[in-house]
């Protein structure tokens, strides 16, 4: 079996398509209208229009993309809401970097004394480490 077999069919969903229109100032962020659309490219009515902001947090190693969705039934009423939106949007960006952070530092395993021996391992002045804290 070729490799490219085994890739999974990347397929558009037809009865959730939407048009998009893009909406920015140039300086803080973007606005996009998602418009529903049925798959002949008609306007869907049954579904309600969707608001997304856009915007980027600046980190020390660089921008870091957001996008967060606005409940809004007009863009006067989106770009309203953005400023409150993109906050909770870096609150919730936040506290996911927090929590990679914690799953990254929770993933440390510290060999206990005999294994660093054995794996010829010694602190400084010949000392095999075996300090009690073992992390999973």
């Known amino acids: 079996m070729k490799p490219e077999d085994k890739l999974p069919e990347i397929k558009l969903d037809p009865a959730n398509l939407y048009r998009e229109e893009i909406f ?41 993309p957001l996008a967060f969705e606005i409940e809004a039934t007009s863009l006067v009423e989106a770009l309203e809401k953005f400023p409150a939106a993109a906050k909770a949007g870096v609150e919730r960006a936040v506290k996911e970097l927090q929590q990679m952070r914690r799953e990254a530092a929770s993933s440390l395993i510290i060999p206990d004394a005999g294994a660093a ?14 300090g009690k804290i073992k992390l999973p």
């Open 24 to 64: 920015t100032d140039r300086k803080v962020g973007t606005l996009r209208r998602m418009l529903p659309v049925k798959a002949d490219g008609s306007s869907d009515d049954k579904r309600k229009v969707l608001y997304i902001g856009e915007a980027q947090l600046l980190t020390p190693v660089g921008a870091l």
């Open 117 to 130: 021996a054995a794996a010829g391992l010694t602190a400084p002045g010949g000392i095999p480490p075996g």
